[in-house]
């Protein structure tokens, strides 16, 4: 699976954003799918993931302000980010868990989210 994903850019603080990640290639299903994020000096960490059944997770950090779905029909996955603050500042990352003969893992190229103050 190939992970394309967009819509990052500069937003003031309290701004709204909605990222996209497309999925493409050879898979039989998609099990689930996330965003990450890998602010300067920090480790990756996770944004919020959806399960194949639509169950989501969240970072404490974002609950309440981000919201991630997903469009079965297109393979696409979606965050959108709302109430934005500086410390959302990082690379977004998309994951996906797929299946194609066996479990495989999936990670797109990043998308820069700058919030300014």
């Known amino acids: 699976v190939q992970l394309q994903a967009s819509g990052g850019g500069l937003v003031q603080a309290g701004g709204s954003l909605r990222l996209s990640c497309a999925a493409s290639?050879?898979?039989?299903?998609?099990?689930?799918m996330g965003w990450y994020r890998q602010a300067p000096g920090n480790q990756r960490g996770l944004v919020a993931t959806?399960?194949?059944?639509?169950?989501?997770n969240y970072a404490d950090s974002v609950k309440g302000r981000f919201t991630i779905s997903r469009d079965s029909a297109k393979n696409t996955l979606y965050l959108q980010m709302n109430s934005l603050k500086p410390e959302d500042t990082a690379v977004y990352y998309c994951?996906?868990?797929?299946?194609?003969?066996?479990?495989?893992?999936?990670w797109g190229q990043g998308t820069l989210v700058t919030v300014s103050s």
């Open positions: 994951y996906a868990r797929y299946t194609y003969l066996t479990i495989r893992n999936s």
């Open positions: 290639g050879s898979f039989f299903s998609i099990n689930a």
């Open positions: 959806i399960s194949e059944g639509d169950g989501t």
